[in-house]
C-alpha cells in the first residue's frame, strides 16, 4: 500500500508531485537522468510533458454537479444466438469520438467514449435475463494517444485504433468475452451475448485491445454494468436514483484542454510502466458537487484508472457501511471508514446522510475532497416513503474449501530486469503472451491458484470468466524461491479482512508474499484472459491467455 522501491525508482510518483507544483517543462531535469539505450533496453524513464500541465490547486472546487451516467435502453429485440426461436433485448453501443468539458474552468477536452460519453450508459441487467450488445467502433482511425509499435499486438502494420470490450467480472461464452486478439478496426463492430447468469454485482465493461487497452480506457472508454437479482432486491436497499454509480480514475490534463499521457523519454518507444494522474475524475467531472437528500444513498465505487489506487474516506467522520465488493453482496454490512481499492477493484457502499441535512461531506482520495455532497434539508416525499433500515445480512457466502481443489497453480509475477537492475517488462510466470498456453483448467473444476510476487509491488491481478475468494496472504523467502524454486514461508498466513472474505475478481498480490485464491471453473469452455489491472503491466506481457477445457464426461 505504501510507496515501493520500485515506484520510487521509476520517478513517476515524485514526477507526480512535480507536475502539481511547477511548470511541467521544468520537470525533466529533477526526474532521473535519461538513459540512452536502445528500445526496450532500459527502463523507461519519464519524459517532461511537451504541453503545460493543469495544477490541481489551481481548480476551483465543487463548481459542477456530477453527473450520473444515463441507463442504456435496448434498441429493439433480435434473435437468440443459441435458441434463434427466442428473441433478446439488443443494444447498440457506438463508440465515439467527442469533447466534453471536465471543469468549468477548462477548455473542452477530446474524448472516446460509448455512446459518446465517458463514463457511458449504465447497463442495467438482471440474473438471468440475458441481452445482446453490439458494440461498434465508430472512433476515427488515428489514434491521439502515444502508441508504442515494439509492444506485441500493437505492430506499426496494425490499424491505429482497434477496439474490443470486456465486461470486467461478466461469466460470458469465450466468444462474447472480448478476447484483446478479437479487436476491431473502426467501421466494424462486434455483436456480444451477455447470459448474466451470476448474482447481482457491481460490474464494468471497457476497452480489452491487445497493447493499446491502457490508451483506450484512458481516452474514455468505460461504463458501469449492474447485474441485478432477486435476492439483492429483496432487501429494501436504496435504489432508483438514490442508488448510482461513482466511476473514479485519474489524468493529467493540459492548460489547452488534452489528455496528456504519460511517455517515456525515448520516442521510438514511448511506453511507461506506470501512468498515475493528478486529477480525479468523478463520472467524468474533476471536483463536482452532488445535491442530495438526508437519507441513505447506495453508492457503486469502481475503480477505472490505469495505475493508481484510491484511498477513500468520508468527512465529518462518516463511515461508510460497504455492502458489496467486486462480485455483489458481502454476507453482512461491514463499517469502515477508508476504502481501498486498486485498478478494477469495486466496493458497493451506503451512506448515510439522515443526520446531515443542511451540510455538506466531502469523499476525499488520501485526504483530499474530490466531491462534495451537499445535503438538502428535508428528504422528498418519495423518499421518505422508501427510507428503510440496513439489512443485518445480506447474503451467505458460502466459503470454498481449498482441499476440494484438484490443484493448486504456483505463478510467479516477475520483472525482466535490464542490465542495471531495473524493471522493463512485468511477466506472469515467467512467460509472455505468446507462448504455449499453461493454464488449462477443466470446467466445474475447483483450482486454487498461488500467485508468488517476485516483483517489489503489490499487483492487482484478474481473472475472466470465474469470481473467486480470497485464502489468504503469507510471507515467502525470496532468495530460497530464486535459488532452488521452493517456497519457504517466513511468516504466518494472514487470512483476508472482513472487506475481501466475499466473491472478487481482482485480487491485490502484494510483494514478498504468496497470495492464493480459490475457484470453481464454471461457465463455457473456451479461451479466456488472465492479468495484471495496471494496465501499462497488462499492455507489455503481464497477460496470458488461460484454455478452459470442457468438463470431463
Ligand atoms: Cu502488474
Known sequence: MTLSRRRFLCGASGLLGAYAFADALHVASAATSPMVMPARMAMPVLAAPKVPLINPTSLA????????????????????????????????????????RLHRDLPPTPL??????????????????????????ALPTRHF???????????????????????????????????????YASGHSALYHYPNGQDAATLWYHDHAMGITRLNIYAGLFGAFNVRDSDEQALGLPSGEFDLPLILCDRLIG?????????????SAPWVMQCNGNLTLCNGKLFPY????????????????????????LSHSQPFQQIGSD?????????????????????????DFSALAGLSV?????????????????????????????????RPVTRIDPASAVRDRVLTLEEMDDAGGNAMTMLLDGKRWSDPITENPRQHSTETWSFVNLTGDAHPIHLHLVRFQVIDRRPFDLFAWNASRTLKYTGPAQLPPPHEAGWKDTVRADAGMVTRIAMRFDGEPGRYVWHCHFLEHEDNEMMRPYQLLPAKV
Open 290 to 313: 452532488f445535491e442530495v437528500e438526508p437519507r441513505r444513498y447506495r453508492l457503486r465505487l469502481i475503480n477505472v484508472a490505469n495505475t493508481s489506487f484510491f484511498d477513500l474516506s
Open 112 to 137: 472516446w467514449g460509448y455512446d459518446g460519453r465517458s463514463p457511458g450508459p449504465t447497463f442495467e441487467a438482471v440474473r438471468g435475463q440475458p441481452l445482446l450488445v453490439e458494440w461498434i467502433n
Open 61 to 100: 472546487r465543487f463548481v459542477d454537479p456530477l453527473p450520473v451516467p444515463p441507463i442504456a435502453r435496448p434498441a429493439g429485440q433480435r434473435a437468440h444466438p443459441a435458441y434463434p426461436g427466442q428473441t433478446l433485448p439488443y443494444y447498440r453501443m457506438e463508440m465515439r469520438a467527442f469533447s466534453a
Open 145 to 183: 494517444l502515444p502508441i508504442d509499435h515494439n509492444i506485441h499486438g500493437a505492430e506499426r502494420a496494425k490499424p491505429a485504433v482497434r477496439t474490443v470490450t470486456h465486461v470486467h467480472g461478466a461469466r460470458v461464452p469465450a466468444g462474447s468475452d472480448g478476447y484483446p486478439e478479437d479487436w
Open 327 to 351: 462480485q455483489g453482496l458481502l454476507s453482512a454490512p461491514l463499517e469502515r471508514t477508508r476504502i481501498e481499492l486498486y485498478p478494477a477493484e469495486r466496493a458497493d457502499v451506503v451512506v
Open 255 to 267: 492548460k489547452d484542454g488534452q489528455l496528456y499521457y504519460p511517455v517515456s523519454d525515448d520516442p
Open 362 to 394: 466531502q469523499l476525499r482520495q488520501h485526504g483530499e475532497g474530490l466531491l462534495e455532497f451537499r445535503v438538502g434539508a428535508r428528504a422528498s416525499e418519495r423518499s421518505n416513503r422508501e427510507a428503510s433500515a440496513l439489512p443485518a445480512s445480506l
